[in-house]
T-cell receptor, first 111, second 113 residues
Framework: QQQVKQSPQSLIVQKGGISIINCAYE??????FPWYQQFPGKGPALLIA?????SEKKEGRFTISFNKSAKQFSLHIMDSQPGDSATYFC??????????FGKGTRLSVIA | KAGVTQTPRYLIKTRGQQVTLSCSPI?????VSWYQQTPGQGLQFLFE???????NKGNFPGRFSGRQFSNSRSEMNVSTLELGDSALYLC????????????FGPGTRLTVL
């Protein structure tokens, strides 16, 4: 009930391509869905977040798509750059309860 | 504004020992959370402290404990270390809880031999 399933585990994308990472959740009480980006040797940093009253949120090259009925949300990185190479975590939460994190996707963007 | 700081950054201990990790949150942040990060399990929530009180707790054994001081700085302690405790321990702070953005520190890499 509390799990967030993230796929794929790893992803290799050509520079300029689109990176897509998917997450699925079970708990319908979740109402906050952030994505975190983590570089080696650093802690995760909030990238973008969405609440279920909208189906899409875009910030620069990063877009979250949210499908409430399917209980799925995804991160799209347009025009992927080598500097985007990092591990990405989706998460879900509700109220003031702890976020539940997916297991992460290691993205490599190759030139 | 200074970010979240964690000390030490690296630690090597042997089985059976205990360890204390420290976290200084961003100034003005009252909520501090701790996470264990491992390659197999990802980020797992340990506990959250707010105004010196433990407000949320994850599913970890009692060997894992923490506290928060009046200046919001927090410590976590692991007693009777096991090999499986080897992990990156991350601290995150936020203004007042999980509804606000959490800012993570760089973590403490603990190796148990």
């Amino acid at each position: 009930q509390q799990q967030v399933k993230q796929s794929p585990q790893s992803l290799i994308v050509q520079k300029g391509g689109i990176s897509i990472i998917n997450c699925a959740y079970e708990n319908t009480a979740f109402d906050y869905f952030p994505w975190y980006q983590q570089f080696p040797g650093k802690g995760p940093a909030l990238l973008i977040a969405i609440r279920p009253d909208v189906s899409e949120k875009k910030e620069g090259r990063f877009t979250i798509s949210f499908n409430k009925s399917a209980k799925q949300f995804s991160l799209h990185i347009m025009d992927s750059q080598p500097g985007d190479s990092a591990t990405y975590f989706c998460a879900a939460g509700s109220g003031n309860t702890p976020l539940v994190f997916g297991k992460g996707t290691r993205l490599s963007v190759i030139a | 504004k200074a970010g979240v700081t964690q000390t030490p950054r690296y630690l090597i201990k042997t089985r059976g020992q205990q360890v204390t990790l420290s976290c200084s949150p961003i100034s003005g942040h009252r909520s501090v959370s701790w996470y264990q990060q491992t390659p197999g399990q990802g980020l797992q929530f340990l506990f959250e402290y707010f105004s010196e009180t433990q407000r949320n707790k994850g599913n970890f054994p009692g060997r894992f404990s923490g506290r928060q001081f009046s200046n919001s700085r927090s410590e976590m302690n692991v007693s009777t270390l096991e090999l499986g405790d080897s992990a990156l321990y991350l601290c995150a702070s936020s203004l007042d809880g999980f509804r606000n953005e959490q800012f993570f520190g760089p973590g403490t890499r603990l190796t148990v031999l």
